[in-house]
């Protein structure tokens, strides 16, 4: 079997694991990322999800505010050039950036290259060998070969903390996650305005429950805002069928999306002037299956943190979205707090509670259902995985904890 020796290995190539993977590398650290699929971006491009979140204070005001510092800032900058965007607002005071999927997915790969780190492409983590306390090493099936890889440090960006569940370590499940939805854009739609498209969406889909066209399972769909562009807009249907994780659970919510999509469309088509021309476009590769089972950190970060607006002397992250949490049934509900006002993620969020050199990031942070239903958007991922990467790397060299979670402070948050 081939081995690879890197210093810091990274599970997953979305949001958190290209973040984790540039502050590792900033610190000089060999890093080796592992993604399962053949580009990166993870949920933000593989389910097209469509804007970021978390990026901004939550203030009812029409110039959006950063709340963030350091690598997400960066990122957000440098994806609404590449995607020609600006931020967006709505009436409860929430900020979000849209962008463009192609460009999403060339933005990480170009930091990947920028920061010499060695990506293994359609590569999936199969087996975790953990020795006293300390992950050593994983195996790899990587097209039609296996590898193994062995590290110092190691950081679980998979969004499924799949090497907690490969080594049999804590973790935080549940018998049904929130609700998943899946993405898919249509093209021939009629010269119009955004905001006109949601208004024709939302009231035909009324009309035709209330006249038995459609039936009530349909409720939850929206536009992607910000995708009309070019004569195409996204949208986005809930799945009424409950994520559960179990073997067939994701093949079932496909299933179900993709003849929902062709039956929604078919009636657009028949019934309303202008989706009179509209055809699929495409249909996002993924189902969006927005969290599964975390992992268990030296602490779990809870609802009334959130709530509270919780803040802690060894913060890595500023949050500033409400708890966003969607069912099947009701469709989203949202629990706000106090305007201009933010929590905060604790770096034990990130650390393993069980093995020393394990760290997390992403919608996989050691966090309860109701905090990770804010924790997981794109903004705070980005934050988390530049702070787990820092923090690993640190690990190697023995830099106490509290200095690197300074470090941190001082180049991504305001404080
Ligand atoms: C329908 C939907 C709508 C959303 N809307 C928004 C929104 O508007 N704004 C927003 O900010 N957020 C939104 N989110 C949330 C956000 O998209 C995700 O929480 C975020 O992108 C997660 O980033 P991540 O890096 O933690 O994980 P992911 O993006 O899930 O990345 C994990 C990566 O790990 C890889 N991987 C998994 N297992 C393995 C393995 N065993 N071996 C190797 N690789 C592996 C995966 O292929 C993936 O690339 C939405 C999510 C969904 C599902």
Redesign the pocket.
């Known amino acids: 079997m081939q081995t690879i020796e890197t210093d810091i290995l990274i599970?997953?190539?979305?949001?958190?694991?290209?973040?984790a993977a540039v502050a590792s590398s900033s610190l000089n650290q060999k890093v080796t990322l592992?993604?399962?699929?053949e580009y990166?971006?993870?949920?933000?491009?593989?389910?097209e999800?469509?804007?970021?979140?978390?990026?901004y204070k939550y203030k009812k005001t029409d110039v959006s505010e950063y709340i963030v510092n350091g690598f997400a800032k960066q990122f957000a900058e440098e994806i609404a050039s590449l995607s020609s965007s600006v931020p967006l607002y709505n009436v409860y005071g929430l900020h979000?950036l849209p962008y463009n999927i192609s460009a999403y997915k060339n933005l990480c790969l170009q930091l990947m290259q920028k920061n010499d780190v060695n990506v293994l492409f359609n590569?999936?983590?199969?087996e975790v060998q953990v020795t006293n306390q300390l992950v050593k090493s994983v195996v790899?099936q990587s097209k039609n070969e296996t590898i193994q890889i062995n590290c110092k440090s190691m950081i679980d960006?998979?969004?499924?903390s799949?090497i907690s569940q490969?080594a049999n370590l804590p973790l935080i499940k549940s018998e049904r996650y929130?609700a998943?939805?899946?993405?898919f854009t249509l093209k021939g739609i009629g010269q119009t305005i955004e905001s006109n498209i949601n208004l024709v969406v939302i009231k035909e889909l009324k009309k035709a429950i209330l006249n038995n066209q459609l039936d009530s399972s349909f409720k939850n769909i929206s536009i992607?805002?910000g995708s009309y562009q070019n004569d195409c807009v996204s949208l986005?249907i809930g799945i009424p069928i409950a994520v559960t994780n179990s073997k067939d659970n994701l093949e079932k919510l496909r299933e179900k999306a993709i003849e929902m999509i062709q039956h929604f469309v078919a009636h657009l088509v028949t019934h309303v002037d202008l989706f009179k021309h509209a055809t699929i476009e495409h249909i996002a590769s993924?189902?969006?299956?927005?969290?599964g089972v975390r992992p268990v950190g030296k602490y779990i970060l809870n609802e009334e943190d959130v709530l509270a607006c919780k803040k802690f002397d060894t913060a890595i992250a500023n949050c500033s979205?409400p708890i966003e949490e969607?069912q099947e049934e009701k469709g989203v509900v949202m629990r706000y707090f106090n305007h201009d006002d933010f929590y905060q993620i604790p770096a034990d969020c990130l650390i393993s509670s069980q093995i020393l050199n394990l760290f997390f990031?992403?919608?996989?942070?050691s966090a309860t259902d109701e905090a990770i239903a804010s924790a997981?958007?794109?903004?705070?991922?980005l934050q988390?995985?530049y702070a787990a990467g820092m923090l690993a790397s640190d690990n190697i060299i023995k830099t106490p904890s509290l200095n690197t979670i300074k470090a941190i402070q001082a180049k991504q948050i305001f404080v």
């Open positions: 599970i997953g190539g979305g949001s958190a694991g290209i973040a592992v993604e399962r699929l990166l971006g993870g949920k933000a491009t593989a389910a999800v469509g804007t970021i979140c978390g990026l979000y590569s999936k983590v199969i790899i960006c998979s969004g499924n799949c490969l929130q998943a939805a899946q993405v992607v805002q986005k993924e189902v969006g299956v927005r969290v979205w969607w990031a992403g919608r996989n942070i997981r958007v794109i903004g705070i991922c988390t995985g």
